[in-house]
């Protein structure tokens, strides 16, 4: 056995996971913040149930990084025991060892080959989707076909959903949570490191700044910012304060600033400070940033360039730029406008591609997987949504666009493009905002595909024609059988007569006359291939029925691990059946143009594989006009263009320009809506597979927020703001956008004169230093300091002994008549001390589920769940309800209001005897959630009412 010693609380939440097994029969969840070890707490519970009990166990997790660290875990805990992996993307299929580590997308339907398993770990459980036939639900329901005792354990960071709440239901497959370890716990315990933000000493005169277009003037708040008494204190302050941090990113207003700053760090502390600009090269820049991420730069042919501790820039690397072992960020610039901090974003047109298919910002889930394109691999990931952008476009935005017959981008000036430079040799990808690009004067390349190959579908050349045949020229009798129509005069009779003979199905071909519009046509042969148990002539040949699989479902799922030789071979047949042959414009010789009809569900599937093959694929949509097609089928008909090309190209003019193309598109400013909506996704890789009007292109999104590093010893990250930029917006993680219509109103956050702790507006006590803040208007100390994280989105837990609670029936403030009230719970936990909750029994959908989950906890047995608040009252005064010993009050930096998260009750009380008055009334019962008109999928009404 391996000598990995686990932290008291991974240990704690293995137990938890043991004593739940043994005395309950349902599902249980552990709920571990992310950073904390996730991995080897699953590692020790697989190892154990191996070793000690003899059992198998099944692993599951969503993206191949997971699988990798998860089986690696296992490996270094117990070495000895046989760990297999199943997943295309890591090209392995193992079946039969005692513990297996698989993909979801890999095995949801291939429960039956897996065999039995005694355990299920389910990684990322909060992507189990509540109801319907998600991937992890339908794998999970065979599985309890197979095995009807397996047990199911969730580890997951959110035991909660987007839409949906908790995870653990009743009636879901996971239903308790065993063992859950806060936020602040593990900040104390050294876990989970803070991001610290402190403000300079040193402080421009930023008051007679000017705002043009919503921002400071580039050229003010370079002379304000720019002087030589304010670089010389800033620069001395940051060499200071940043003497025990590894990586230092500096933003500056200038190029002239930017100079002057990395000439004086450098002057007062020996240590290179480098720059990047909008001027400096890409191979010089690639090289800058190996540096200040700590990676190995070749100096000459015996050495290897130092690691840069200093990084000043002019506004380059706001977006997408990922060192996670940068611990400080200097804002040595200030900005009128959130925009700079705020989320980039595509307009509500661009739709993102997900392991379901293509989806907008009203069919995207939180559960779902979406592709991302890895800068450093070139190839498309499906991984996790970390978060769902969805805002109004903010006043000092504006909206960016590309417009051209192959490309169609729509984004925040803000956004991210990927980009390579086509001049140079360095084969980098970069990431730069639109505004940004905008400016470029030489053309780039934008990656549109991925030539990521797959480890294949188990069919030969000739059954993957046979697919394409079918698909395109065949159809599925109702007896099953399949019919593939050509015309007599078509080329490749031949080609279907010899994939159906070296296939070794039997088949018949009839001559079919063309009637009525038709019949100015040729005449057609129809192939006529059936499914199994064939008879007469064909009865020693073979059905198409071990071919059922990949036609009767979606061709995305099907053909999920097709390769790009199968697919060369797929696609060249769909060309001969219903493409153009040849008849492409000359500029794209390798390229198909190939007739969808109206099957939109297969276009848009091919579409999606194709990309991730090596293809340029966009989709064009017409109406026939034909009187046959206008009085037939007036749907939508659809055409793929396809061409083996990984990148477009925008900007610059073509060097030989096509008579149809003048110049190259070019990133422009767009039309702006007024109050327009825009919408983006965060995930791991900061990148997205978009398309819009059915034209894909890989971009940027909405990036991510401060990452940890154990392997390079950060343990925080700080944020030195000499611009008042926290100050003017809010924490760096929940800007206030403030209304002009509002006045100013209260500062989102301030500074601590003590310490130069930036915090939220809403502390009376510094929590770094414990200097007190006199309150507005009062010189009346505070006598008890908030314990609130600094960080908007920070969580803190705290528990406090309740002596008395008293129940009342609230009206929220400025509420419509109409308006349901509330219950109000005042729990009392000191001398005139109160915590307060709000529950909603005259409420519908997931409120109201709440509500009866809250009073199932506390009522006496047999007690009618009311269905008013006055009737909920009511019975709590007459003592129903158990009463609370003590409360544990959830407290997030940046929002306004605390909740109380758990109660620990006393013993419940008995409901008293039946009297005359009554008590069988049908209206103190409660129906189920459907007569009392609750919707499941309806979201949770949590706001506190008042």
């Known amino acids: 056995m391996s000598d990995i010693v686990l932290r008291p609380y991974q240990k704690e939440s293995v137990e938890a996971v043991y004593e739940h097994l043994r005395t309950r029969d349902d599902n249980p969840c552990i709920v571990l913040p992310t950073g904390t070890g996730k991995s080897i707490v699953l590692a020790k519970i697989a190892t154990d149930a191996v070793t000690l009990w003899h059992g198998r166990v099944l692993l599951l997790a969503h993206v191949k990084e997971l699988l990798e660290q998860n089986a690696d875990k296992i490996r270094k805990i117990a070495p000895q025991l046989r760990v297999g992996v199943y997943s295309a993307g890591l090209k392995r299929r193992d079946t039969d060892e005692q513990v297996i580590v698989a993909g979801i997308q890999s095995v949801y339907n291939k429960a039956c080959d897996l065999g039995a398993f005694d355990i299920i770990i389910v990684d990322e459980a909060h992507l189990i989707a509540p109801s319907g036939d998600g991937m992890y639900r339908t794998f999970l329901n065979e599985m309890k076909v197979i095995n009807p005792n397996v047990r199911v354990i969730g580890l997951t960071a959110t035991p909660f959903r987007l839409k949906g709440g908790l995870i653990c239901q009743e009636d879901n497959f996971l239903n308790h949570i065993c063992y859950e370890a806060g936020i602040k716990e593990m900040i104390a315990n050294g876990y989970i490191s803070p991001l610290i933000s402190k403000a300079g000493r040193t402080e421009a005169k930023l008051d007679e700044l000017h705002i043009r277009g919503g921002e400071f003037i580039a050229d003010e708040i370079s002379s304000a910012m720019d002087k030589e008494e304010i670089t010389n204190a800033a620069c001395r302050e940051i060499i200071n304060k940043t003497r025990d941090r590894k990586a230092v990113l500096i933003f500056t207003t200038s190029v002239e600033h930017c100079t002057h700053v990395a000439e004086k760090i450098a002057e007062l502390s020996g240590q290179e400070c480098a720059m990047v600009t909008g001027s400096t090269p890409d191979g010089e820049r690639a090289e800058i940033l190996a540096r200040i991420r700590g990676e190995k730069v070749k100096d000459d042919f015996f050495s290897y360039k130092p690691p840069l501790k200093f990084l000043a820039n002019v506004n380059v690397l706001t977006t997408g730029f990922d060192a996670p072992n940068i611990d400080c960020i200097v804002l040595l610039r200030p900005t009128a406008s959130p925009g700079l901090l705020i989320q980039m974003c595509l307009d509500l047109e661009t739709e993102i591609l997900t392991e379901h298919g293509w989806k907008n910002h009203n069919s995207i889930s939180a559960s779902d997987l979406v592709a991302g394109f890895n800068m450093l691999s070139g190839g498309i990931d499906f991984v996790p949504i970390e978060k769902i952008i969805k805002r109004r476009l903010h006043e000092s935005e504006y909206m960016m666009e590309v417009k051209a017959p192959h490309l169609d981008i729509r984004v925040t000036n803000y956004h991210d493009f990927v980009y390579r430079n086509r001049t140079n040799k360095v084969s980098n990808w970069l990431k730069r905002s639109a505004e940004k690009m905008a400016e470029f004067k030489d053309s780039f390349y934008i990656p549109v595909a991925s030539n990521q190959d797959a480890i294949g579908v188990p069919l030969n050349a000739d059954e993957i024609r046979f697919c394409a045949w079918v698909l395109s020229d065949g159809c599925i009798r109702d007896d099953l059988a399949i019919t593939i129509s050509q015309s007599v005069n078509s080329p490749y009779i031949k080609n279907i007569e010899n994939v159906l003979n070296n296939c070794g199905f039997g088949f018949s071909r009839y001559r079919v006359k063309r009637k009525g519009d038709l019949s100015r046509y040729a005449d057609s042969y129809h192939y006529y291939i059936g499914f199994k148990n064939l008879r007469g002539k064909n009865k020693n040949k073979q059905g198409w029925n071990r071919l059922f699989y990949y036609l009767t479902t979606r061709l995305s799922v099907a053909f999920r691990d097709i390769s790009i030789e199968q697919l060369d071979i797929f696609l060249e047949t ?144 700080l944020v030195l703001d000499f611009g008042e930029n926290i100050l003017r917006h809010g924490p760096i993680d929940c800007i206030k956008i403030k209304d002009k219509t509002t006045g100013s109103g209260d500062a989102p956050a301030k500074k601590c004169p003590e310490c130069l702790s930036l915090i939220h507006a809403a502390y009376a006590k510094c929590p770094e230093c414990g200097y007190e803040f006199p309150p507005p208007g009062t010189t009346k100390l505070q006598g008890r300091a908030s314990t609130a994280g600094i960080i908007s989105g920070e969580v803190t837990m705290e528990e406090f002994t309740v002596s008395d609670t008293f129940y009342s029936i609230h009206q929220k403030r400025n509420a419509p008549l109409n308006t349901p009230v509330t219950m109000r719970v005042d729990y009392q936990i000191g001398f005139q001390q109160f915590k307060s909750e709000w529950v909603c029994p005259e409420h519908t959908g997931y409120a109201r589920g709440k509500f009866e989950k809250w009073w199932r906890e506390r009522a006496a047995l047999g007690c009618p769940i ?41 013993e419940r009380p008995i409901m008293p005897e039946p009297g005359n008055d009554g008590d069988e009334d049908a209206d103190w019962h409660s129906n189920s959630p459907q007569d009392l008109g609750v919707n499941k999928d309806e979201e949770w009404d949590d706001e506190i009412p008042f």
Not at 646 to 668: D, E, M, W, Y
Not at 873 to 892: C, F, H, Q, R
């Open 866 to 906: 009311p269905r008013s608040a006055q009737e909920a009252v009511a019975l709590a005064n007459e003592g129903l309800l158990a009463e609370p010993e003590s409360i544990t009050v959830k407290t997030v930096a940046g929002e306004k209001f605390e909740r109380v998260a758990r109660c620990k009750l006393k």
């Open 574 to 717: 769909l060309n001969f059946a219903n493409g153009t042959k040849g008849k492409t414009l000359d500029y794209t010789p390798r390229g198909y143009c190939i007739a969808m009809g109206n099957h939109k569900f297969l276009t848009d599937d091919l579409q999606s594989i194709l990309i991730q093959r090596g293809y340029r694929c966009n989709i064009s949509s017409f109406r026939q006009k034909t009187s046959f097609h206008i009085k037939n089928d007036p749907k939508e008909q659809y055409i793929i263009h396809v061409k083996k090309q990984l990148n477009a190209t925008i900007g610059g003019t073509s060097k030989s320009p096509h008579r149809f193309v003048k110049n190259r598109c070019s990133i422009q400013k767009s039309h702006q809506v007024k109050n327009e909506q825009v919408w983006c996704l965060k995930n791991k890789l900061g990148t997205l597979v978009t398309r819009r009007n059915g034209k894909v292109a890989i971009l940027g999104n909405c990036g991510r927020g401060f990452r940890l590093s154990p392997e390079t010893g950060k343990t925080s990250c």
